[in-house]
């Protein structure tokens, strides 16, 4: 499915020239920042699912407001750690997460970009961007904010889910796959995650503490919920939500 077709218009670093960025520049009024990871997505998913889908999105939020957001390269590798156990992850430390966005927006901040917005794809990311909006509004002339939009559209998703947890390489991410990045999954081998029954009754008891915890110790397989429930439709209502109370967010944003 190539979403291009539908929707034309964004501007995305990757496919734009030198001369081409500074014929924008003056109708551009915020950079969308994408954050992914590099990690392990259970058995159907690959180590692209967050990148692509936070990359994915964060070109169709722009379309929104064409012409006046410019969409950077995604940042490809993040907070990770909980899932080293895995082979083939690939994590940063939050320290180097931290500097790698500053330093990213001290650049857009050169070509005389003041409104930065973090689209985020990855769970582990998101105390480190809360840093970051903060230390970009302290210390910088400037404006940031950010948001995952599983986060956003969480209500629509949780009405419309079978599974009993969702959170990872699970029904609701494989969903938005299908619609936005097709090609991190392999369809044929979407399965149920390997849950530990402890971790279940840990995670339905709800008591609100965050405790530091390895990805296996949780489940087998990497997965969580019931990824052979994933379909298209799902992907598709939680991503156009998001973008909706996204796009709604940023004209506010972009224009303060
Ligand atoms: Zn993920």
Known sequence: MDQNVAHPKSLYLYDM???EV???????????????????????GTFEVDSARAREFAKRLAQRVYPHALVTP???FGISGHHMHFPGTISLRAETFIQVLMDIVW???QHGIRRFFFINGHGGNKPALTIVVNRIRQEMDAKAAWASPTSV??????QRVKSPMIGHACESEMSQCLYLCH????????????????????????VPVEEGRFWEEITANGALGDASQAN?????????TALDRLTA???????S
Not at 22 to 39: H, M, N, R
Not at 249 to 255: G, R, S
């Open 153 to 158: 559209a969480d209500d629509v998703i949780k």
């Open 107 to 109: 650049s857009l901040y």
């Open 232 to 240: 298209v439709e799902l992907g598709q209502v939680a991503i156009e």
């Open 249 to 255: 967010f940023l004209v506010n944003f972009m224009n």
């Open 183 to 206: 090609e991190t999954v392999r369809t044929e081998y979407l399965t149920k995650g390997e849950i530990y029954d402890e971790a279940l009754a840990k995670h339905l008891s709800a």
């Open 74 to 76: 995604c940042v490809t």
């Open 17 to 19: 020239t030198w001369p």
């Open 22 to 44: 500074k014929a924008a520049l003056p109708d551009i009024k915020v950079a969308i920042i994408p954050t992914g990871s590099t990690e392990q997505h259970g058995p159907h």
